[in-house]
């Protein structure tokens, strides 16, 4: 059974920062690209982020570009995005999934929050 854990979200002052965590199992880790999707009420799922199997390629959003570090760890099944400089506009629940065809089923995503 694939499992997608994510965590690390929290409250932070606008300029702060934050590192979440996902978490994976059930699926053969350094085969699958990952992405990082954001969820906003009233806006829907929007992609944040997208890093191939071992880590050399990575995308982002334009709005999150010089912001935003994704990384891999294969050893561990685990994905991270490094979210330096926040936005209020980047609070949202983030969650992980697999970049490339149909989607694992969703976790629980961690709430990011963004407010002074």
């Known amino acids: 059974e694939v499992q997608l854990v994510e965590s690390g979200g929290g409250l932070v002052q606008p300029g702060g920062s934050l590192r979440l965590s996902c978490a994976t199992s059930?699926?053969?880790?350094?085969?699958?690209?990952m992405s990082w999707v954001r969820q906003t009420p009233g806006k829907g799922l929007e992609w944040v982020s997208t890093i191939n199997w071992n880590g050399a390629i990575t995308y982002y959003a334009e709005s999150l570009k010089g912001r935003f570090t994704i990384s891999r760890d294969n050893a561990k099944n685990t994905v991270y995005p490094q979210m330096n400089t926040l936005k209020p506009e980047d609070t949202a629940v983030y969650y992980c999934n697999r970049a490339i065809g149909i989607t694992y089923s969703w976790g629980q995503g961690t709430q990011v929050t963004v407010s002074s």
């Open positions: 059930g699926f053969t880790f350094d085969d699958v690209a």
